[in-house]
């Protein structure tokens, strides 16, 4: 079975800084992964995805994230932060169409 | 494309009574779509999977007989939680399997906010 990992429960960063959120995952095949990103009290919204090719995905609002096989991760980074960009982030694996979420990771910015 | 819409998205309603959640892919066909349940500050937690025209799939632990789901249409998913106590309060949010060249993400709804008192 799928897992994911988001080591980070809280992160805070000053707008206008970088972002980087970890996420582990644990699959025996190539894996399908996404980032979503959910604002308080919405669903969640898709901010990119890999399946395969290029390591290193681009997405909306000016986020990328890079899989690394050698190292199970998919690490999300933003080069500078809004202050929109505050909300929980969540990495999921996904297998036979079915989604394995991490716990989230909550992104405070500050001014 | 691939927009999900949920309704209603905020319902209170009285301990021992139904409550009908909506789930509807609005620019895409969805034979399969996703329930899930949120508690605060927590991860989503897979209820069930939603096959047009077959039963629902219910993850362990799930009561099917509680959360009833129906998929008559390759839009529309609904969710009914019978006979509603205060700890089935919680986020219930729907997603959906996307479109032919898409089908291995899924796109969700904005959520619905259960209130039992």
């Known amino acids: 079975a799928q897992s994911v990992t988001q080591p980070d429960i809280h992160i805070t960063v000053s707008e206008g800084a970088s972002l980087e959120l970890r996420c582990n995952y644990s699959?025996?095949?190539?894996?399908?992964l996404f980032w979503y990103v959910q604002s308080p009290g919405q669903g969640l919204q898709l901010l990119l995805k890999?399946?395969?090719?290029?390591?290193l995905v681009q997405g909306i609002k000016g986020f990328e994230a890079e899989f690394k096989r050698s190292q199970s991760s998919f690490n999300l980074r933003k080069p500078s932060v809004h202050w929109s960009d505050a909300a929980e982030y969540f990495c999921a694996v996904g297998a036979r169409y079915k989604l394995s979420f991490g716990a989230g990771t909550t992104v405070t910015v500050r001014a | 494309g691939a927009v999900v819409s949920q309704h209603p998205s905020r319902v209170i309603c009285k301990s021992g009574t139904s409550v009908k959640i909506e789930c509807r892919s609005l620019d895409f066909q969805a034979t399969t779509m996703f329930w899930y349940r949120q508690f605060p500050k927590q991860s989503l937690m897979l209820m069930a999977t939603s096959n047009e025209g077959s039963k629902a799939t219910y993850e362990q632990g799930v009561e099917k007989d509680k959360f009833l789901i129906n998929h008559a249409s390759l839009t529309l998913s609904t969710l009914t939680v019978t006979s509603a106590h205060p700890e089935d309060s919680s986020f219930y949010i729907c997603?959906?399997?996307?479109?032919?060249?898409?089908?291995?993400?899924?796109?969700f709804g904005p959520g619905t906010r259960l209130l039992v008192l």
């Open positions: 699959y025996g095949a190539t894996p399908y």
């Open positions: 890999y399946f395969s090719g290029d390591t």
């Open positions: 997603s959906a399997r996307g479109p032919r060249d898409r089908e291995e993400t899924q796109y």
